[in-house]
């Protein structure tokens, strides 16, 4: 006899024969009839009408009967909320049982019938059970606390369970703990501002000890909270990574992912000069490629959490690239995940592998898989710029099998590739045009015509080529249409004579028959355009593309962090933050990285900083911490002999700064006594900042009036996007003084006024010293050059790039925004000679993975030549060694915001097949080497 | 938490369905059929959101196990339970099908009040579960007492796996090494990933509560995390076997292989998992394989495949079977093999060679004239690899010494193939099986 007959269908009446048969006197039928009922209950028929009935069988001392009935209570109590009350009696016996199974069931059940009358009767019960001398029991009562929440947190409280709740905490039993932590975990979501789960250092010990005793899922209870715990320093959070790194482990994945979860989190608050650092770095790597021989459903959770651990730390899994090759028996979406991880890896070092792969992957046979991989070579060609000459031979091959979507999906790579780097594969084009009719999917079409306007001058048949675009020109997608406009706009401004006819054709038809507002705008713009000044046509449509960037799908860093923090969890599976998929006010408590708390000087490697900068706002808010933020900002407090930024003091005052909002209110409050190192009296100013270096400078007569480089200038705001207003520019200093030279045109046809500037937030604090001043109307072709001076003392907030810098200009039409990069040399202050005995000092000091090095091709300079030059920007040559045949220069220099650089610059004047020179800086924020290393380059070679 | 499970056969009928939370209605039974189940595109992801609801699945032969969530639950966690649900029924009626799905579900009811309470896991080891919970209805009104508590005890204590009381006449333990060798080779025979993940398998039919000590060979290297250097390696005088990483079964206690790299614990009754391992390091491949494509005209290819045995001579693969997939237009298939069995298997798309047994250092090889149709068709062979299974079985002596109830197994090596050094007489009860699986390989690219 099996079960498996309840599920078979039956006939009408089936409800008045279960009746008959519930009501039955004979046990067995009775437990049959109650099986029906759940059988029927499953599959989805109403069966609520047999209520009275069920319920009467409940009054039964047998187990196996008295579990079905309760099933059924649980499913239809809600429905019948009168009736249910029926069973309470049941419950409160059943809760005075003597078999502890017997009153966990009772309890169990009860907190999920969810009928407030219910309810009321539930709280004695669930007292007695939460003081139950069985653990059984009591663990059970943990969970039903939750339950009661749920249903009425109000009553919970006043019934003071809570309190109960927190005291298991403490319980003999691991199992209980784990339980009671589930619940207070959920109980406290619900109340964020509650201090319900109050986390000590002694609970946490408590805790920890649970741990290495509970069940693999009360591992996982206790691993989810331990994370939401900050905890107060840097010693305790190393000690409880110690007790946690254990459970990497554990065979079951969950626990491992939660314990990587509060290991990635307290991380963030150890020093990165701490051994134990380095050694829980390469605890990680092993367990997160265990997780991949894992069931697939589980690579696909780990991969999708990998894949944030290596966007945030990317050292972690940097040498583990196989692992992520795909298999053959692979699902496809464990294949997508591992191609994703693949290209993040992608370096230097493993191109030559990676494309290997990609090649092979690109030959596979789901379709999505295959353009994911085709995607990924020429996302590897615009990260390493070594390998793009091979990828695009790759590309080339692929498009050589003729297979319809590689071919499209290539040229829209290849596309990014002429972006990337202009003028170095066009030849490829012929290959590229000789597949033209194949394209069918916009994105291909729109890429290929982009190609072919971008070097019409190159492609003898462009118009030809463009043209047969045309013919169906209303059938294409906007986004091809747009791009045809554009590409053939361009090819008219590069062969005027022969291409009239076909840029007055699409002219008209975007104009005339489309009803794309986007198209049509854009039709009128260029028409007037080539009609009114066909030179700031060109300049308009033929201007330089700004760079694309290297890494795409990038997740926000502040995301990234809260993600960090979820990992294990669905958030962590959809990179999504819980609110986006979480409904009403539960479980999204917004989360966030642990500031780091140790004193010392953070050496954030230059790998981590992009996506490693904790948020602005943190330093706004907790003005303590001493992390990369406020070692950027820095004020130097002694003198330069002090070398780099000293410990506690220093940051305190950079976080100052941040509150007050500027130097202006600081300057001689009381508590800004002069430090009593002060020998120079010159230094006072100093620690006002450079916004008052200038005067500093005059009084230490170290600067030179000669000023730094000035690079030429540049177009920040073509007059395309500013509705008629060009703006071009650069950075001067001199004699202590930045400024930023403007020239502002006017393109449009009205009279521009009311100029205003304002820069965002930005690394070194860079802010007006003046407003913008604009003297009279800018009339049409009017052209206004104007220096705006410029101060670091505005608030800091670090950029990526950490020289970027965003501009808002307003003038009477509107407001327009553009960024730019400031060479870094303007921030270099004229005290930056450091002593040679400091410089030596300073040197040992500084770790040793601080250093930074580079290489300056082509520079044929002599020793004195290269110091000289570098001394009028303000990079001063310490000393100088002649170590066989090579000058050695040693050199430092000085940021505004007091950060120190070091250098060693090697030339080597005898080597002819070498003329360059090596650098090697060290610094102890290593993420402004690369910008230093660039300055060094700008000033040299011009 | 889980809101809620349910269990669907093939067609998308529910079989079980169990409510854990109020947030989860009867309409997400629906949703997850009518989005997954009967949904036209093959399956891109476990995890499907469908109107704020999230729906995590597993399939077990043609049954569907889904849990359901509106919260941020820990997916992993939720994953490792549906295994765990997988694992326990298993225990409880053998395989899962819609048959013995229907004819157990109280059961299926039961245990599911049990192991997830308000979407929560609980005690989930079938050792514990079934001292209460039986196929055959409860036992629990004619319990006394003592055993009420003991039950409960073991389901909340710190050794939820296993009960106390246990006796056998004979004190046994097997130890199986299952291992697997995964590699990747280019089409021209240049290793580009290799790597061995095993699974130590560990039976055990031990009174009482036996205190065992794994004390894995002392040559281990544990990579990469410092703990063992080369002084140790040299020092032994043996060849040192490096892991990556391992893992651990719940019983093991991970505090004191982290700090003392000993494997000690109490076994559950009976047969699971003690440890998976993984390295990369210094991986000997038991044999090679090496394909030869050729295409003759259009319609034919030829295939050579040698094998080589790579292992010292006196020791023995068994039960070798290796795997030569086959085009999807193959008409036809003629082949030779030196030694063994050779069959083209058309409903598998690949030809199957079998030997019973090969010594190592030897040499073997097939070859194949395989028919094709012309075909305009643009469907693609997938061009899976060329996969390759034995077993390498031997008596193998564990020294072991039973100390009142603690037990030590010392030393037991990882590698079969690092197994043949030391051998020693075999005590009659203890038998050391592996077995190794070795793929995949890829075959040459065909134009």
Request: aromatic share 6%; glycine share 4%; charged share 25%.
């Amino acid at each position: 006899m099996t079960d498996s007959k309840y599920f078979t269908t039956t006939k009408k009446g089936e409800i008045f024969e279960l009746k008959a048969e519930l009501n039955s006197d004979k046990k067995e039928k009775k437990k049959e009839a109650v099986k029906k009922v759940i059988a029927s209950m499953t599959v989805g028929k109403d069966v609520s009408a047999l209520f009275p009935d069920v319920v009467n069988c409940m009054q039964t001392d047998n187990l196996e009967l008295k579990k079905l009935v309760y099933l059924y209570l649980m499913n239809y109590a809600k429905s019948q909320p009168d009736m249910a009350i029926m069973a309470v009696n049941t419950f409160v016996k059943d809760c005075e049982d003597p078999n502890p199974l017997i009153r966990a069931l009772a309890v169990r059940t009860m907190g999920c019938i969810r009928v407030d009358k219910i309810t009321e009767y539930l709280c004695e019960p669930l007292r007695k059970c939460l003081k139950d001398e069985d653990p059984y029991v009591r663990k059970t009562a943990a969970v039903c606390v939750a339950k009661l929440h749920d249903i009425n947190a109000q009553l919970v409280e006043d019934q003071g369970f809570l309190d109960t709740l927190k005291d298991l905490i403490s319980d003999s039993n691991p199992m209980v703990v784990a339980n009671a932590v589930a619940a207070l975990s959920e109980i406290a979501e619900s109340h964020p501002s509650s201090n319900l789960l109050d986390l000590n250092p002694q609970s946490i010990n408590k805790l920890l000890t649970a741990l290495n005793e509970c069940t693999e899922w009360g591992q996982i209870f206790i691993l989810d909270c331990l994370a939401n715990y900050t905890p107060k320093d840097d010693r305790e959070a190393q000690s409880i990574c110690e007790r946690v790194t254990p459970r990497l482990s554990h065979a079951n994945s969950a626990v491992v992912l939660s314990a990587v979860k509060v290991l990635m989190k307290f991380m963030e608050m150890l020093s990165k000069d701490l051994d134990y650092y380095g050694t829980l770095l390469k605890k990680l790597a092993p367990p997160l490629v265990t997780l991949l021989s894992a069931e697939p459903e589980l690579q696909y959770v780990a991969l999708r959490n990998i894949n944030l651990i290596v966007q945030k730390r990317p050292e972690v899994l940097k040498h583990e690239m196989k692992v992520f090759f795909v298999k053959y028996n692979d699902p496809i979406y464990v294949k997508l995940e591992k191609l994703d991880i693949m290209i993040r890896l992608a370096s230097q070092a493993n191109i030559a592998q990676v494309l290997a792969e990609l090649k092979e992957y690109a030959t596979e046979v789901d379709v999505d898989f295959v353009r994911k991989a085709v995607r990924a070579i020429g996302r590897c060609a615009i990260k390493v710029e070594q390998s793009a000459e091979r990828c695009v031979s790759t590309l080339l091959d692929l498009i050589q099998t003729k297979v319809n979507y590689v071919v499209q999906e290539a040229i829209v790579v290849i596309k990014d590739i002429f972006r990337k780097y202009p003028n170095k594969y066009e030849s490829v084009i012929a290959t590229l045009c000789e597949n033209l009719d194949s394209l069918d999917e916009p994105e291909a079409r729109a890429a290929m015509i982009w190609i072919v306007g971008e070097y019409a001058e190159r492609i003898d048949n462009a118009d030809e080529l463009l043209e047969s675009f045309l013919e169906g020109f209303h059938d294409e997608s906007a986004q091809v249409q747009l791009q045809l406009l554009t590409a053939i706009v361009k090819l008219f401004l590069k062969k005027p004579t022969e291409t009239q006819e076909l840029v007055q054709q699409v002219l008209s038809l975007a104009t005339q028959d489309s009803d794309n507002p986007d198209l049509r705008d854009r039709g009128y713009i260029y028409w007037r355009l080539l009609s009114t000044d066909p030179v700031a046509a060109k300049e308009v449509v033929l201007a330089e593309k700004p760079l694309i960037s290297e890494e795409t799908d990038l997740i926000e860093p502040t995301l990234l962090d809260e993600l960090i923090c979820c990992i294990g969890t669905l958030a962590s599976v959809y990179h999504k933050p819980p609110s986006a998929f979480v409904e009403g006010g539960r479980g999204v408590v917004h989360k966030s990285l642990p500031p780091r708390t140790a004193s010392s000087e953070s050496t954030e490697s230059p790998e981590t900083a992009p996506a490693g900068a904790p948020p602005g706002e943190q330093l706004d808010t907790v003005p303590t911490q001493g992390d990369l933020l406020g070692d950027l900002l820095n004020l130097d407090l002694g003198p330069p002999v002090s070398g780099p930024p000293l410990a506690t003091s220093a940051v305190q005052m950079g976080a100052v700064d941040l509150l007050g909002g500027g130097l202006d209110s600081l300057i001689g409050a009381p508590s800004f006594v002069a430090p009593p190192a002060a020998a120079v009296p010159a230094n006072l100013g100093a620690p006002m900042g450079s916004g008052l270096s200038d005067l500093f400078d005059l009084t230490s007569g170290v600067g030179t009036l000669s000023g730094s480089y000035v690079a030429p200038k540049a177009v920040w705001l073509p007059a395309m996007k500013a509705k008629g207003l060009e703006i071009s520019g650069t950075f001067t200093r001199q004699a202590g003084s930045i400024s930023m030279d403007l020239q502002l045109t006017n393109k449009a046809l009205q009279v521009m006024t009311d100029f205003a500037i304002q820069f965002n937030r930005n690394s070194f604090g860079l802010a007006p010293a003046a407003p913008l001043q604009v003297h009279a109307p800018l009339s049409p072709t009017q052209t206004v050059e104007i220096s705006l001076p410029l101060s670091t003392a505005g608030s800091v907030m670090k950029t990526e790039p950490l020289n970027s810098l965003q501009v808002a200009v307003k003038n009477n039409i509107d407001v327009f925004y553009f960024s730019t990069l400031y060479p870094l040399h303007i921030l270099f202050v004229e005290d930056g000679k450091m002593d040679r005995q400091m410089f030596l000092a300073t040197w040992k000091d500084i770790p040793n993975e601080n250093e930074a090095q580079f290489q300056i091709r082509d520079c044929p300079l002599n020793a004195e030549a290269v110091s000289s030059r570098l001394q009028s920007s303000s990079i001063f040559t310490v000393a100088r060694r002649n170590v066989e045949g090579q000058d050695m220069l040693y050199q430092s220099l000085k940021l505004t915001n007091g950060i120190w650089v070091l250098a060693e610059l090697r030339i080597q004047p005898g080597n002819p097949s070498f003329t360059g020179l090596e650098l090697s800086l060290k610094c102890r924020a290593p993420e402004v080497s690369q910008h230093v290393y660039q300055a060094y380059e700008t000033i040299l070679k011009n | 938490m889980i809101g809620g499970l349910f269990i669907y056969n093939h067609k998308g009928e529910v079989l079980i369905s169990r409510v854990y939370r109020d947030d989860i209605g009867r309409n997400a039974v629906d949703a997850f059929r009518v989005n997954v189940i009967h949904a036209r595109q093959q399956v891109r992801s476990p995890v499907t959101n469908i109107a704020r609801t999230s729906f995590f699945h597993v399939k077990r032969s043609n049954i569907w196990l889904a849990a359901v969530t509106k919260q941020n639950v820990n997916a992993a966690m939720v994953f490792e339970f549906l295994y765990k649900m997988c694992d326990v029924m298993a225990a409880y009626f053998g395989k899962i099908s819609e048959e013995n799905i229907k004819n157990n579900f109280v059961l299926i009811y039961e245990l599911l009040d049990e192991i997830l309470d308000f979407g929560y896991p609980q005690n989930s080891e079938t050792g514990a579960l079934k001292t209460f919970i039986t196929q055959q209805g409860i036992k629990s009104q004619h319990q006394t007492k003592e055993e009420q508590s003991q039950i409960t005890s073991q389901v909340t204590g710190q050794i939820g796996w296993r009960r106390e009381g246990i006796k056998y006449r004979r004190n046994e333990l097997f130890l199986d090494v299952l291992e697997s060798v995964n590699l990747l080779m280019s089409p021209q025979g240049q290793v580009l990933s290799a790597h061995v993940s095993g699974r130590v398998v560990m039976k055990s039919y031990l009174s009482g509560m036996p205190e065992c000590k794994f004390g894995m060979n002392d040559k281990i290297v544990i990579e990469k995390q410092g703990k063992g250097t080369a002084d140790e390696t040299s020092k032994s005088g043996k060849q040192s076997i490096a892991i990556d990483d391992c893992t651990f079964h719940q019983c093991v206690r991970l505090s004191k292989f982290d700090s003392e790299r000993s494997i000690s614990f109490i076994p559950p009754d009976g047969e699971f998992e003690l440890m998976r391992y993984r390295t990369t390091k210094d991986i000997i491949l038991p044999f090679r394989v090496i394909p030869l494509v050729r295409e003759v005209g259009r319609t034919k290819l030829e295939v050579k495949v040698v094998i080589k045995s790579n292992f010292k001579p006196s020791l023995l693969a068994q039960k070798i079977e290796v795997r030569i997939p086959t085009p999807l237009n193959t008409s036809g298939v003629q082949v030779i093999c030196m030694k063994g069995k050779a069959k083209y298997k058309a409903s598998e798309n690949a030809i199957v060679w079998k030997i019973k047994r090969m010594a190592g250092m030897k040499e073997s090889q097939i070859s194949a004239e395989i028919e094709l149709l012309p075909t305009n068709d643009k469907k693609k062979w997938a061009r899976p690899p060329i996969s390759m299974n034995f077993e390498v079985r031997q008596r193998r002596g564990l020294e072991q010494c039973v100390l009142g109830k603690t037990l030590e197994i010392l030393p037991v090596n990882l590698c079969t193939y690092h197994l043949a050094d030391d051998e020693t007489e075999t005590p009659e009860r203890s038998d050391f099986n592996s077995q190794t699986h070795f793929f995949p390989c890829r075959l040459p690219p065909r134009n």
